[in-house]
């Protein structure tokens, strides 16, 4: 244990931050408060105490051995909640206060998300907020990696705790004067004919949509990419295309919604933590998303 505290963990978080950084010692150092020469020393112990090379010299900068990486992959998880075990002792005397990183999908930028986290910030003025928009996928990743606590995802990763908040109905969007536009609801079938409107292939709605599409028997024609909804439900009222989109409570002003008959065109939305173990105010925000709900 002594051995650990003095040196492995320090060296550990070193090499964590190295990668993190993509070799580039001085920006790994910057991030973890100390010289470089220090951030050097303590990558030189790993390598002493390890008794294999962890860098690759690659003019000014380095690059870490495949070992290195593998080992920053694996211990990157741990070292993350000896760190949130900590805080969480050192701040439950004062839970309001703080900081919670917090991610939430681009798509979510307007209506339920800002309204609670408005209102947290009205009620919990000492909990600071860093927020993080981005798509499913990097929400995810920066999960893994440490970089935010906690984030509103979709769809639920497996291997991240999570809670479900939600299941959204997803439905075909048309042009008012489209001539499905009146029914009561379509198959997907009938839409194999349709330009499509999607977000890029990173998104997890896209890959319901070409997913759906190919079991009605065909390749969606995806005319258009773009990552917003407002967008995407814009560019329909003009009749550019049609999209499958979750349902609106604020519909745009020449589109219609319609319900998809078959299989369930439904996803998850899910709050994902970080780590099994939570900062108090962490445990704080949680709690709160948990008992607003997501509409």
């Given at each position: 244990m002594d051995e650990w505290v003095t040196s492995l963990a320090p060296q550990l978080r070193a090499l964590t931050e190295v990668a993190?950084?993509?070799?580039?010692?001085?920006?790994?150092?910057?991030?973890?408060?100390i010289p470089q020469s220090s951030m050097s020393r303590r990558i030189h112990a790993l390598e002493e105490t390890l008794h294999m090379p962890l860098l690759i010299r690659d003019g000014r900068t380095v690059r870490l051995t495949p070992s290195a990486l593998r080992l920053a992959q694996l211990i990157r998880g741990p070292l993350h909640d000896i760190e949130m075990s900590i805080a969480q002792v050192t701040e439950t005397a004062d839970p309001d206060h703080?900081?919670?990183?917090f991610g939430f999908p681009l798509t979510m930028g307007s209506g339920a998300v800002p309204d609670m986290l408005a209102e947290f910030n009205l009620r919990h003025p000492g909990v600071r907020l860093q927020l993080k928009?981005?798509?499913?996928?990097?929400?995810?990743?920066?999960?893994?990696t440490g970089e935010l606590d906690l984030a509103i995802?979709?769809?639920?990763?497996?291997?991240?705790?999570?809670?479900?908040?939600a299941t959204q109905q997803i439905n075909a969007v048309l042009p008012k004067d489209h001539h499905l536009a009146?029914?009561?609801?379509?198959?997907?079938?009938?839409?194999?004919?349709?330009?499509?409107?999607?977000n890029p292939t990173s998104y997890n709605l896209r890959q319901?949509?070409?997913?759906?599409c190919r079991r009605a028997g065909y390749e969606p024609n995806i005319g258009i990419e773009i990552t917003e909804f407002a967008t995407i439900r814009e560019l329909i009222s003009r009749g550019l295309g049609v999209a499958l989109l979750p349902h609106s409570h604020q519909p745009v002003e020449g589109t219609l919604?319609?319900?998809?008959?078959?299989?369930?065109?439904?996803?998850?939305?899910?709050?994902?933590?970080?780590?099994?173990?939570q900062t108090a105010v962490t445990q704080r925000l949680?709690?709160?998303?948990?008992?607003?709900?997501?509409?």
């Amino acid at each position: 244990m002594d051995e650990w505290v003095t040196s492995l963990a320090p060296q550990l978080r070193a090499l964590t931050e190295v990668a993190a950084q993509g070799g580039h010692m001085t920006g790994a150092a910057s991030a973890l408060g100390i010289p470089q020469s220090s951030m050097s020393r303590r990558i030189h112990a790993l390598e002493e105490t390890l008794h294999m090379p962890l860098l690759i010299r690659d003019g000014r900068t380095v690059r870490l051995t495949p070992s290195a990486l593998r080992l920053a992959q694996l211990i990157r998880g741990p070292l993350h909640d000896i760190e949130m075990s900590i805080a969480q002792v050192t701040e439950t005397a004062d839970p309001d206060h703080g900081t919670v990183r917090f991610g939430f999908p681009l798509t979510m930028g307007s209506g339920a998300v800002p309204d609670m986290l408005a209102e947290f910030n009205l009620r919990h003025p000492g909990v600071r907020l860093q927020l993080k928009q981005a798509h499913g996928s990097a929400l995810i990743e920066d999960l893994r990696t440490g970089e935010l606590d906690l984030a509103i995802t979709i769809p639920p990763p497996a291997d991240l705790k999570h809670t479900i908040l939600a299941t959204q109905q997803i439905n075909a969007v048309l042009p008012k004067d489209h001539h499905l536009a009146g029914r009561a609801c379509i198959e997907l079938e009938e839409l194999q004919d349709a330009r499509f409107i999607a977000n890029p292939t990173s998104y997890n709605l896209r890959q319901l949509t070409e997913r759906w599409c190919r079991r009605a028997g065909y390749e969606p024609n995806i005319g258009i990419e773009i990552t917003e909804f407002a967008t995407i439900r814009e560019l329909i009222s003009r009749g550019l295309g049609v999209a499958l989109l979750p349902h609106s409570h604020q519909p745009v002003e020449g589109t219609l919604e319609v319900p998809l008959t078959g299989e369930d065109h439904t996803r998850r939305i899910a709050l994902t933590s970080a780590t099994v173990t939570q900062t108090a105010v962490t445990q704080r925000l949680n709690d709160f998303i948990l008992a607003q709900g997501i509409n």
